[in-house]
Structure formats: C-alpha cells, structure tokens
C-alpha cells in the first residue's frame, strides 16, 4: 500500500486536503492527523471493519480500547448511554481539549472500539486539522496514537511515516503536534471520578472543575483483570525499541557504566549538562526543567535518540512533583520491561 502524505495548513485545513482525508475515511480507511496531543490514527469508529484495519495497522492487541474524537459535546452525548453531570461539567470547562471522558458507551459502538468493555472515551480535540476533519468527514473517528503498538508515540508526520508508511491510507502533515503528551483521561461513570491516564490536563484542574477530589493512581499503574477502560494503561507503552533505564539522578553515572562496557548509549537529561561532562561516544540530549516544555518535545527527543543506532537509552527522571506526573507515567512505562 502507498501511504499518501498531504501537507495541510495547520491553522487554515485547505478544504480540498479535508475532502480527500474525509473520502478515504468515508471508505474505510485509516488517516493519520494531527492533534494538539500527539498525531492519531482515524478510522470511522462505527464501522468496524475500518475500526479493524487501526488495530492491524499498529499491530494492537484487541483488548485495549481506542479514544472516540467527535466533533462536540451533542455527537458525544449521543455516543454514550448516560451522560452524568461530571461529564457535562468537564467537557464545558475543557472540551475543545487534550482531556478523554469515559461514559458508559451506546449500543452503536461496536465492541473492537471498546476492547469488549461497557464503557467508552471520547474527547472533542482542540487542533484546527483534527476538529476540521470530524466536520467535513462527518464521522466519530477512533484514533489512538498514530505508532506501532506499545512504540513510541507520533508528534510529527516523520515519525508516523516511520512507524506506519505501507500501513495506512493517508498522513495529513501539519507540523509538529505541541502539546507533546497524550490526552488526560478520567472516568466519570461513578462518584468521586476515577484518573485512568495522566496527560495535559492536571489533577487540580480536574478537581477545581469538580469541586470534589479525584482518584489520582500512581505513575505507571496497571488495571486488576477485566477489559481496559482506557487506552496507555499497559504495563509496557510509550517505549523505544532498546532498553530504557531511568535514573533517580542526573544519568551521569549510569551512562559512564554503560559506555565502559562498550555500548553505544543515548543520554536524555533535565536542563544542559557542562559541556564534554559525557563520554564522547554518547549520544547526549537534553529537554528543559519545566513541565510543558519538556511534555512538547519528549516523544520528539525519544525518537531522535532510537535514530541514532544507540544500544541503551538512559533518562534522568525530573522532579516527582504533580506538574511532572503525567511524565513519569510515560517514562515509567517506557522503561518497564518487554513482558
């Protein structure tokens, strides 16, 4: 299969790109788009033979669930079973947004999108090409994140088009995704609501919207047994093909270890280290100490570093505060161990 890669306004969608991505969604193929998160994979998610070709795309075992996109709060609405009042209030202060809402799902969603669970997540994005494309396809789009299953996620066409180029139909190409993370997911289907994925929107947002205290899991939690609720809750998820060892310090240390023994180590630190502190054989980068900019180009410098033909990848964890929570949820699953 050709994967077509259509260059497209990230401000101002040029319709006749639209058109072309609604068409192919329309027939039951996959589109990778951009999102103020990270990039999704779009598949008409009441058609479940179009639902099929994501999870075969990415290589996604049927148990977890995708995210449902629509385009507002009424096509949501009718999506879901019930709608409780947590989910009216959050989806007022923070739809269009980078936050999921799971709801007892309607009896139009076929299974495959709710990995066999009752419930379902939806979110209205806020990215001018994502919201665009659900109007003009006129469609509710299942769309996890456009990469091969458990592999790091996609915030630029480059990066799907490595992961998934003879695997889908189409890549709309609008430059770099900002908000670096996926989205926040809670549960909403009882009271207090339930935290399933740390993302963009924080805890004392959530809570402030509530007016109640949220259940807040550790970073890297996994289920009991039973179907998933929400996608990124695996074990393993977000992770680079080689090994991952995170750090309680600045990596330094570990990184001297490791290029001792002769592998070839990638380094990613908080802030810039003194220059020629590390072994010159090191691939070094470094990501900003504050929390919205380190989440904007984490997957980004990720990628970079798997490029660059390293053995092992050593991170240094930032700061274990709430800002930083929803990064070391992905940094702890990415250097979790292939099961």
């Not at 075969?56 to 009718?78: F, T």
């Not at 504050?290 to 798997?306: I, N, Q």
């Not at 929803?326 to 099961?339: F, G, K, Q, T, Y």
């Amino acid at each position: 299969m050709l994967t077509q890669r259509l260059t497209i306004d990230c401000d101002s969608p040029q319709p006749e790109i639209l058109a072309r991505a609604a068409a192919v969604l329309r027939g039951g193929g996959v589109v990778a788009f951009p999102t103020e998160t990270v990039y999704g994979l779009g598949a008409h998610a009441l058609d479940a033979r179009a639902v099929a070709r994501i999870f075969e795309a990415k290589g996604r075992p049927a148990h977890n669930p995708l995210i449902v996109h629509v385009a507002d709060v009424s096509e949501a609405r009718r999506l879901a079973a019930r709608w409780p009042d947590a989910a009216a209030r959050l989806a007022a202060r923070f739809w269009p947004g980078p936050l999921s809402l799971v709801v007892e799902r309607a009896s139009s969603i076929p299974d495959m999108v709710t990995g066999g669970g009752s419930s379902v997540a939806l979110r209205v994005p806020a990215h001018p090409v994502a919201w665009q494309l659900l109007r003009t396809s006129g469609l509710p789009l299942a769309a996890p994140s456009a990469n091969r299953s458990t592999q790091i996620s996609a915030t630029t066409a480059d990066h799907v088009m490595r992961q998934l180029a003879g695997r889908i139909e189409m890549v709309l190409d609008a430059g770099p995704s900002a908000g670096g993370l996926e989205s926040t997911v809670i549960d909403v289907r009882s009271s207090p609501a339930r935290l399933l994925r740390p993302g963009l929107v924080s805890r004392d947002e959530l809570q402030q919207a509530l007016g109640e205290t949220i259940d807040w899991p550790a970073p890297g939690t996994t289920p009991a047994a039973g179907p998933l609720p929400s996608p990124g809750m695996q074990l393993r998820h977000y992770a680079p093909r080689v090994p991952v060892d995170c750090t309680a310090d600045d990596g330094l240390p570990r990184v001297h270890a490791l290029t001792d023994r002769g592998l070839r180590v990638g380094w990613l630190a908080v802030g810039q280290p003194r220059p020629g502190c590390w072994p010159a054989s090191t691939t070094m980068l470094w990501l900003p100490a504050d929390p919205v900019r380190y989440a904007s180009g984490l997957y980004a410098a990720l990628h970079e570093l798997e490029a660059a033909g390293i053995d092992r990848m050593v991170i240094a964890l930032p700061p274990d505060t709430p800002a930083w929570h929803a990064i070391h949820d992905r940094l702890r699953r990415a250097s979790a161990p292939v099961e």
